[in-house]
């Protein structure tokens, strides 16, 4: 990609309408309702933490949000979600889905509408649901306005894939005033992680790229490249909760999606600031995100659901997602550690995400100023790019009952006395390198 198409740089929110049919072509596949490939993890319907929540979020909700409701799904995929909204005594459901699989939900749900009483199947969906196969965006769609929206419009760190523009679209064209969003807010959290042995395997591939001579070609004038490659992207899947080097901030970057704007969406600056509960080597920012389902403020009474897909909470499809940085950064534990990250919509369905992280005290540049500008940054500063969409896995942590565990054993050192955690610094953005 060259300067003039980089989304950091030239501030422009590119289409997707490129990467749509490979990117419907994928959902209308059963297996990927059902499997998440590579992982073992399972995905979509067998993530029973993402599809129980949903469920108890809906029904919970039934009397207030769902019943005698019309009801929009949004990406209704397999048609899950409306289901369950039906299971809560919904009107009307339109379930709305660009893929194939669109027809195997239509074929589901006429199994219901079916004359003989015999071969009826599911016969509470009976006359229920509309299935429309669209992208939301489409023009004059059969759909009225709705009392309550619902979807599962999330990707890695909640935004890969932009799904979450088409809910904002359903929300500004469809919802009625005072209507209600399932999920209604969004928080991605931020840590600094300490993995010797990621870095050193990521490190190790683009070192390959160094030879001299590879059955007698010289290769090293793609190190540089290979190195910007490797570590640029991001590396999905669960990690070990103690290779954190410090907290994420509590609540973390809240996205709210009943008031959130498309150009908020597409451009967000994520400040962060830690405490270091360890002396180690920062290798990488650490990235997951939170889920909330809470009626709107005209709805009172109503029950709000969270899950979490943390490192220390129950397994998810979603799993989390780390940014390694190509040098690590020294840390004493006790010091602060700040920065920021910037995730701008790129044309692949993602977004590309540039970070800035120091430690101690100082001024941050600003977000805008692109990396390829950035020549000397300090000792205690440094700085990454990475591309959410050219995702690398890594499968090898496994939760395990150890009440031997020591931090030394992930390289990280406890401060002989307690360290004072009361200490706040503030975030401060300046718009040169000085």
């Not at 992930?410 to 300046?430: A, R, S």
Request: with cysteine; net charge negative; glycine share 6%.
């Amino acid at each position: 990609m060259s300067e003039a198409d980089d989304p950091l740089v030239n501030g422009k929110a590119p289409s997707t309408e490129g990467r749509d049919p490979a990117y419907f072509s994928y959902y209308a596949m059963l297996q990927h309702q059902v499997v998440f490939k590579p992982s073992r993890t399972q995905n979509m319907l067998q993530d029973t933490v993402r599809t129980s929540t949903y469920r108890s979020a809906i029904l919970l909700n039934g009397p207030l949000c769902f019943h005698d409701k019309l009801i929009l799904d949004v990406g209704a995929g397999s048609g899950i979600l409306s289901y369950f909204a039906v299971q809560a005594g919904a009107q009307k459901v339109y379930a709305v889905e660009a893929s194939q699989m669109a027809e195997k939900m239509r074929k589901l749900v006429e199994s219901a509408n079916t004359e003989s009483e015999a071969l009826a199947k599911n016969t509470f969906l009976k006359d229920k649901i509309e299935v429309i196969q669209a992208k939301i965006e489409d023009p004059n769609l059969p759909i009225p306005q709705v009392d309550t929206i619902i979807s599962e419009p999330i990707g890695v760190l909640l935004i890969h894939e932009r799904m979450l523009e088409s809910y904002l679209y359903a929300r500004d064209t469809y919802l009625k005033p005072g209507g209600t969003l399932f999920p209604s807010t969004g928080s991605i959290f931020l840590a600094p992680f300490s993995d010797i042995a990621l870095w050193t395997e990521t490190m190790g591939k683009a070192r390959f790229w160094e030879q001299s001579s590879f059955y007698g070609v010289d290769l090293s004038a793609l190190y540089p490249d290979a190195k910007d490659e490797m570590f640029g992207m991001p590396v999905v899947g669960c990690f070990d909760p103690r290779t954190l080097i410090a907290q994420a901030n509590p609540g973390g970057y809240v996205v709210d999606f009943y008031t959130i704007t498309m150009e908020e969406l597409q451009d967000m600056t994520i400040p962060f600031i830690w405490q270091a509960s360890y002396t180690g080597i920062v290798h990488g920012i650490a990235g997951w995100f939170d889920l909330h389902f809470s009626p709107p403020p005209s709805v009172p009474s109503g029950n709000t659901i969270a899950m979490s897909t943390g490192p220390a909470a129950e397994r998810t499809h979603w799993q989390q997602v780390r940014f390694l940085l190509k040098e690590p950064l020294a840390v004493n534990a006790g010091q602060t550690i700040q920065g920021w990250m910037r995730c701008v919509v790129n044309e692949m369905r993602s977004y590309t995400i540039e970070a800035e992280i120091m430690v101690g005290e100082g001024q941050l540049t600003n977000p805008t100023i692109p990396l390829t500008s950035i020549y000397n940054l300090d000792f205690n500063r440094r700085r990454g790019k990475w591309r959410l969409h050219e995702q690398t896995y890594n499968y090898n942590y496994y939760p395990q009952s150890d009440n031997l565990f020591r931090p030394e054993y992930n390289c990280l050192y406890e401060p002989e006395h307690p360290i004072d955690t009361t200490v706040v610094v503030e975030n401060n953005f300046v718009d040169d390198n000085n």
